[in-house]
């Protein structure tokens, strides 16, 4: 039975099922770009994570003067 290109199909019959290609590993470019996403992610927490910035004296000043005397 010829499978050609002009070949018309049997009536009352299913479709070929097509041929399905056997996909390969993922593309290094995805595998680069997730890479990088979780980089970012991982760095993202860590600089959240690190302590704020604080005063290193109170600021505080003396309210008292001698007019109260």
Excluded: C, W
């Excluded at 470019?29 to 992610?41: D, R, S």
């Excluded at 302590?51 to 290193?56: D, F, G, I, P, S």
């Amino acid at each position: 039975m010829p499978r050609g290109y002009t070949a018309a199909p049997n009536v009352g019959q299913k479709p070929a099922i097509p041929e399905t290609t056997a996909e390969g590993p993922m593309p290094r470019a995805l595998i680069f770009f997730i890479v990088i996403i979780l980089i970012l992610a991982g760095a993202l927490v860590f600089l959240s994570s690190q302590a704020r910035e604080t005063a290193t004296q109170p600021v505080e000043v003396d309210v008292t003067n001698d007019a109260g005397r």
